[in-house]
């Protein structure tokens, strides 16, 4: 019987021939000498025909080549893009990732591939000679494998933190469903946005580099679970799936889990009605919450219909990687470099306390690899290591601070940053001009893409800001600033804080502060909803692992409300500490509206504050006043104060070591009692550490000078570390210690200097030579 069906469309066989062992040359399948192949460069079929398919009419022998190397004859019209398919998809193995074939095209329809012996051959056969449609003109893949891509900077910066932190793998949203809810046609309604988004079909899989790449699959399942009330609470629910997480390397990063809620005793007319919890779940390195929403109006607009039409969505994130791809990062440079240029060096985020290292099974299999995405996140305390606290503004509150905000010429955003600028100033540099950084996040959806707004993926960014305080200056003068900053820096939202960090040589600032912009369905969609007596709420993020100390999130609920969420890693600061911050954060924002001017200067606003004292567990770091210090305050530097030059250049110095609460006059009164040739000076540590005040001496003397340090009692402890560290062969620094004095009259105190003189006078005397 013949045949009717093209080359392109008939089955094909495959026959495998490994390579002869001993290595003795063979022929093709063809019968002629085997050689090295000519006519054709590595690994690309020349000739192939447009539209052909790999594998033709006859079939796909595998034959063995020169010196009993594997071979693959491929006999029919071989499509390259097809080939180079399935020669990244086996390329995600180890015996494939580094190995090309050599073609040989001996026609249009006959091409000999000539292959490494550890390459699995036997797979590459069968993905060539699989049945599969004719692709259209749009298919640039094989129908039954991934579309492989690269990650963007920014993915590659959170798959670097997850791969630290597994903890911070996922993120989650909940919300209350009221009404009927069918589970069939909500999992229909999702797989039909599984079945239009293809960032939902995506994989994190090892690529043949050090690094991971993502894959795009042809068709993926959502996870859909429904429990019954007793199952769990609400936030039990969310640890549960939090410590599931995922496996990056299966497509369908994002889940739904259903609560039922208790059954209510029925209404008058009514049927019982109990709203339903809906917690989603999603890989930070793939979405994040703006294409979270974006995707729930598609969902609604699926369960309400259906069905999604379109087909597959395009943009998508594929396009945003060609787009980024063509970016010019030089601009941004310059940019952030500048900046640092004009800022001094920040210093870096406090270290966490000590804690106990987790075990080897909790940090997950692939946790403590660099460059491959972790399988699940580690179990353990990470939850309850990140502490949680709010404040509100009300409905007419938050109304009034937007209608101030727009007569200064800003938004509600800038006002937040202005606010948080002047407290951060106020507790690290007090009364006194001052440098401030922390990080904003930008969305990442102002870029000259189409339809950017409606992609789903990871763009959500944090850029650094940097604005110098002066309490002098206006609050007016001083949201201009952050306002012209926010707008530069607006431009480049498509970077990662990774490379920004890489140009600037900088950590990343301790907080982090997020405006996120209201999102809600459509009115069309709420009444739609309704006409089905469903009514859902807002969705609001769970209480999750903060990559930063602190985070500050300010969003607008259902009733108009102004929330500040914060969210701070309690290794670095107490609850109270964040607490206090953010009850000063929704003060000043109330207090500006009101009583702000034109000419109001940060000094001014910051006074209003009214401290409440807190009392700190014992663990907490301590606070100044009522803030809390994000990073320990620098110790100020000892000063080093000259009494009286020495007598000759080889006289040696003598150092006084002054003692908190002794007066004045005990410590200058030094020269007019000692007659000896030595410098006399007089360090005053203050709150230095050892270290600094080691520093000071050995700046301020030689390395052969002879040195004598003195002290009233209280200084002791400091003076005899000094010595012990100044000490060397050629300096053996004497330590002579006074009774001192007590405060009042003259007369103790001058008698105080006197006896110290004398029992300097005499030690010295004594010493040995060096």
Do not use: K
């Not at 779940?281 to 294409?291: M, P």
């Not at 259902?558 to 309690?570: I, K, Y």
């Not at 050995?698 to 402890?717: D, I, K, M, S, V």
């Amino acid at each position: 019987m013949s045949d009717n069906r093209t080359a392109a469309h008939r089955p094909l066989t495959a026959v495998l021939h490994p390579g002869t062992p001993d290595g003795t040359p063979d022929s093709t399948p063809d019968g002629t000498p085997d050689g090295t192949p000519e006519g054709t460069p590595e690994g690309t079929p020349d000739g192939a025909s447009a539209g052909g398919r790999a594998g033709g009419a006859d079939g796909v022998r595998a034959g063995r080549g020169r010196g009993g190397e594997p071979t693959l004859d491929l006999h029919g019209l071989l499509d390259p893009v097809l080939l180079e398919a399935a020669l990244a998809h086996l390329a995600t193995g180890p015996a494939a990732a580094r190995t090309r074939p050599r073609i040989r095209r001996h026609g249009p329809a006959h091409h000999t591939l000539y292959l490494e012996g550890g390459y699995p051959l036997g797979a590459l056969a069968d993905l060539l000679s699989t049945p599969h449609p004719q692709p259209g003109p749009e298919q640039a893949s094989w129908p039954h494998l991934p579309h492989y891509s690269e990650p963007t900077a920014l993915q590659q910066h959170l798959l670097a933190d997850i791969a630290a932190h597994p903890h911070h793998q996922v993120a989650q949203l909940t919300w209350r469903w009221h009404g009927p809810l069918d589970t069939a046609r909500f999992t229909a309604a999702w797989q039909a946005v599984f079945d239009r988004e293809s960032v939902l079909r995506t994989a994190i899989t090892p690529g043949p580099g050090p690094g991971p790449r993502l894959a795009v699959h042809a068709h993926a399942r959502p996870t859909i679970q429904r429990h019954p009330p007793t199952a769990f609470t609400r936030q039990a629910l969310a640890d549960h799936e939090r410590r599931h997480g995922f496996d990056p390397t299966r497509p369908g990063l994002l889940r739904v889990a259903l609560l039922d809620g208790a059954p209510q005793p029925p209404a008058a007319g009514h049927g019982p009605s109990a709203p339903t919890e809906v917690l989603l779940t999603y890989h930070r390195a793939l979405l994040d919450a703006w294409s979270v929403r974006v995707l729930l109006r598609a969902f609604y607009r699926a369960y309400l219909t259906g069905t999604l039409p379109g087909g597959e969505r395009r943009p998508d994130l594929r396009d945003y990687q060609r787009w980024l791809a063509g970016q010019d990062t030089r601009a941004a440079q310059d940019l952030w470099s500048t900046r640092t240029r004009c800022a001094p060096p920040a210093p870096a985020p406090p270290p966490p306390a000590p804690t106990r290292p987790a075990p080897p099974a909790a940090r997950g299999p692939r946790a403590a690899r660099p460059g491959r995405p972790a399988a699940r996140p580690a179990p353990g305390p990470a939850r309850q290591r990140t502490g949680r606290t709010r404040a509100r503004l009300t409905r007419a509150e938050a109304a009034r601070l937007t209608t101030w905000a727009a007569r200064q010429g800003v938004g509600d955003s800038t006002v937040l940053h202005a606010v948080w600028a002047m407290l951060l100033h106020h507790i690290h540099h007090p009364g006194r001009r001052g440098h401030i950084r922390f990080s904003v996040t930008h969305p990442g959806r102002t870029i000259a893409l189409e339809d950017i707004t409606r992609i789903p993926g990871p763009f959500t960014t944090a850029l650094p800001v940097s604005v110098d305080v002066d309490p002098a200056t206006t609050v007016r003068a001083l949201l201009h600033q952050l306002r012209d900053q926010h707008l530069d820096t607006a431009a480049y939202e498509w970077l990662s804080p990774a490379q920004i960090q890489q140009w600037t040589r900088q950590p990343a600032p301790a907080t982090v502060l997020s405006f996120e912009p209201q999102q809600r369905p459509g009115e069309d969609l709420a009444a739609r909803l309704a006409a089905q007596g469903i009514r859902v709420e807002d969705p609001e993020a769970t209480a999750e692992p903060t990559a930063h100390p602190l985070s500050v999130l300010a969003r607008h609920d259902h009733l108009g409300c102004l929330v500040l969420t914060a969210a701070h890693d309690r290794r670095h600061l107490h609850d109270d500490q964040v607490a206090a911050l953010l009850a000063h954060t929704a003060r000043l924002l109330r207090h500006l509206p009101l009583t702000a001017t034109r000419t109001t200067t940060v000094t001014q606003v910051l006074s209003h504050l009214t401290p409440t004292p807190r009392t700190p567990a014992p663990h907490a770091p301590r606070a100044t006043g009522c803030l809390p210090r994000l990073a320990p305050a620098p110790a100020p530097a000892p000063r080093l104060e000259l009494l009286r030059p020495a007598r000759h250049p080889r006289a040696g110095t003598l150092c006084l070591i002054t003692t908190p609460g002794t007066p004045h006059h005990c410590h200058t009164g030094l020269p007019h009692h000692y007659s000896g040739p030595e410098a006399l000076t007089a360090l005053h540590p203050g709150t230095a550490t050892l270290t600094q005040c080691l520093h000071a001496l050995r700046a301020h003397t030689g390395e052969h000078t002879e040195l004598a340090l003195a002290a009233y009692f209280g200084a002791g402890a400091l003076a005899y570390d000094l010595a012990r560290h100044l000490h060397t062969p050629a300096r053996r620094p004497l330590v002579v210690l006074g009774a001192g004095c007590r405060p009042g009259t003259e007369r103790p105190c001058r008698q105080a200097v006197a006896d110290l003189a004398q029992a300097l006078s005499a030690a010295l005397a004594a010493r040995p030579p060096a």
